[in-house]
């Protein structure tokens, strides 16, 4: 099926595709998702088809509040039930026991269910309107950058679904952390805007769940969030451009401005003072790169704490050299 597809902030609009198994892209403050009814499994069929993406690589739902939660999960430690309370909504998601009212096709067949409670103001209208959570994945082809903006689902999503709920650019920048729990102890399977550190305030210790190998969290691929161009996370960019004499570089940086290439060819993030702002403009610079004819996009490292930790976590996932 081919779509004439629509950008729109019709909120009733996008209920009655949803309604109707459609799918719709959806912004949240972390990016944007293809949502379809989590009890309708022909819609998520849909979605994996449009994202191109494997049936074993499961979807996290999207609830309207947190009593929802309740309704998908068993089992809610106390520890969970701490983070609900504390970083709900908002930018986490946490991996808990599914009850049987979750669909297997969500989960991939495991036992486990992803929930999350959006905090969006049109995401969450949208949702309370609805009689049925979504599911979502973040709205991009499986592998690609994720999106940040109702123009870039447009750019890759186009003909593939009716409707896109334009919510303005994501807040956050960043998909959210994702956390689950290994004999009661909190596991961070993916690193996100929630730090480790705001979480380890609430519940103590957590461990990091590094294990690149294993597919449990498929978000913890080695490769995955990476442009068509090559990119490359580096501390040292001369030693980069040095390397690569002749070829049409592009540089995400923060700060100032390198001294090593022309302006033009950089784009400044943000400050290591704020690096939220990093984050918030980091995956619209990279689709701004990604689409400027470079033959190699440089990314300066930042320091590995708090969000910075985060965002380095994706650009070497996103890293092609
Ligand atoms: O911020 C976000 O989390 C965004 C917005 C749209 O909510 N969503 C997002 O979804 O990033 P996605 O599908 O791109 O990444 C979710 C990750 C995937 O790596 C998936 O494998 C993992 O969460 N996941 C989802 N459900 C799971 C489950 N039941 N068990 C284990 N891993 C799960
Ligand atoms: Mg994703």
Not at 165 to 183: V, Y
Request: charged share 20%; glycine share 6%.
């Amino acid at each position: 099926m081919i779509y004439n597809t629509e950008i729109g902030t019709d909120i009733l609009l996008a209920k009655q595709f949803l309604d109707k198994e459609e799918i719709v892209a959806i912004p949240t403050e972390t990016v944007y998702g293809l949502a379809a009814s989590a009890f309708s499994e022909k819609a998520i069929n849909s979605v994996y088809t449009a994202k191109k993406r494997p049936s074993t690589n499961p979807l996290i739902i999207h609830v309207a509040n947190k009593d929802w939660i309740y309704e998908l999960a068993k089992e809610i430690n106390e520890k969970a039930a701490l983070l609900i309370e504390k970083f709900m909504p908002g930018p986490l998601t946490l991996l808990l026991p599914k009850k049987k009212l979750v669909p297997d096709i969500v989960t991939s067949g495991m036992p486990n269910v992803a929930i999350r409670f959006p905090d969006h103001p049109i995401a969450n209208n949208l949702l309370k309107k609805l009689d049925y959570p979504l599911a979502a994945p973040s709205a991009n082809p499986f592998g690609y950058i994720s999106p940040t903006t109702a123009q870039h689902v447009y750019s890759q999503m186009n003909g593939k679904i009716p409707f896109i709920l334009d919510g303005g650019k994501c807040t956050a920048g960043i998909e959210s952390t994702i956390i689950g729990f290994r004999n009661g102890i909190p596991v961070i399977y993916r690193l996100g805007s929630v730090t480790i550190s705001d979480i380890e305030h609430v519940v103590g210790p957590v461990t990091i769940n590094a294990d690149t190998s294993q597919t449990v969290v498929p978000g913890m691929l080695k490769k995955h969030y990476s442009p068509r161009t090559p990119l490359l996370l580096t501390q040292n960019i001369d030693e980069v451009l040095n390397k690569h004499i002749g070829k049409k570089i592009g540089l995400l940086t923060y700060g100032t401005y390198s001294p090593s290439l022309p302006e033009e060819h950089q784009i400044v993030l943000g400050t290591i003072a704020n690096m939220s702002v990093i984050a918030f403009n980091l995956y619209s610079a990279m689709h701004t790169m990604d689409v400027a004819g470079y033959d190699l996009i440089i990314v300066k490292r930042l320091p590995d704490e708090g969000i910075g930790k985060s965002i380095n976590d994706r650009l070497n996932r996103a890293s092609t050299l």
